[in-house]
């Protein structure tokens, strides 16, 4: 047996960030998840520290419905990446833990044991981001496609200014969709997994644009939360 303990945080390149391949020398996984956590830590969130999907409670059926299907997704996810319903979204009422679960899946491929290059984007910081670069247009296509490219996408979030207490407050305008289409589009032609988080429902989305709402919702397997104080984790000490 033996008794030695390692000294290198990663063991696979003995923490200098290579790694044979079949094409010579190739960075190791460590490597490759630090860039991601770097990514996320923009964005104020650490993958490696974010709460667990065994962390989210479960005492009503949509909860239960929820958290399953985020505990499928984590397990099948390389079965089901290239199919044509490899994406999940989690809609409805606020407060009934999407980010929490969306957040808890992409942490959990990232730091598993595969690694999965997983793109956290919050639809309102992303939108402001690209807004903000829209006349650089080499800068612009270059934040566009880490979004369009990610091999997981999750978008968090997604159109939370056009909502308040559950009802559509906007519309979306044509700089809106001319920002977030060709990233929606790109990822549903290719069959690129994407995972979401919005407060509308269905109907709103549809409401905000059809051709936007098919595909997201399409290749998604859907859990909608009832617009009711009972989903709100939030509100539980005061029901
Ligand atoms: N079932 C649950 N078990 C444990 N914690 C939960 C549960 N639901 C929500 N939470 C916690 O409640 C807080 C709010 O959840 P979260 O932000 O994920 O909700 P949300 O649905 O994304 O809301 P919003 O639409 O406002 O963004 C978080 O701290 C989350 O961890
Ligand atoms: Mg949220
Ligand atoms: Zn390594």
Redesign the pocket.
């Known amino acids: 047996m033996n008794s030695k303990t390692s000294t290198f945080k990663c063991d696979l390149c003995q923490d200098t960030s290579w790694v044979p391949g079949e094409n010579g020398f190739e960075r190791c996984k460590c490597f490759q998840r630090e860039l991601v956590e770097r990514r996320w830590r923009r964005f104020g969130i650490t993958p490696s520290k974010v709460?667990k999907i065994n962390?989210?409670?479960?005492?009503t059926e949509i909860?239960k419905l929820a958290k399953a299907k985020a505990v499928q997704y984590i397990r099948n996810f390389n079965s089901i990446r290239s199919t044509d319903e490899n994406s999940l979204a989690?809609l409805g009422?606020?407060?009934?833990?999407?980010?929490?679960?969306i957040i808890g899946i992409g942490a959990a491929l990232v730091n598993g044991e595969d690694f999965i290059s997983v793109v956290y984007m919050p639809y309102i910081e992303v939108m402001q981001e690209l807004k903000a670069n829209a006349m650089d247009e080499e800068n612009y296509l270059k934040i566009q496609s880490k979004y369009t490219t990610a091999e997981l996408l999750i978008v968090d979030?997604l159109f939370?200014d056009k909502v308040k207490k559950g009802v559509l407050i906007g519309e979306l305008k044509e700089t809106d969709m001319k920002h977030i289409y060709p990233i929606i589009n790109y990822r549903y032609i290719n069959h690129l997994p994407t995972i979401y988080?919005s407060?509308c429902d269905p109907d709103m989305l549809m409401d905000l644009d059809g051709a936007l709402a098919g595909r997201i919702l399409e290749p998604s397997s859907v859990v909608v939360?009832e617009k009711c104080k009972e989903n709100d984790?939030?509100l539980r000490k005061f029901i």
């Not at 009422?93 to 679960?101: C, E, N, T, V, Y």
Request: hydrophobic letters at 15%; proline letters at 0%.
């Open positions: 709460k962390e989210y409670e479960t005492r909860t989690f009422q606020h407060g009934a833990g999407k980010s929490h679960l979030d939370k988080s407060e939360f984790y939030r």
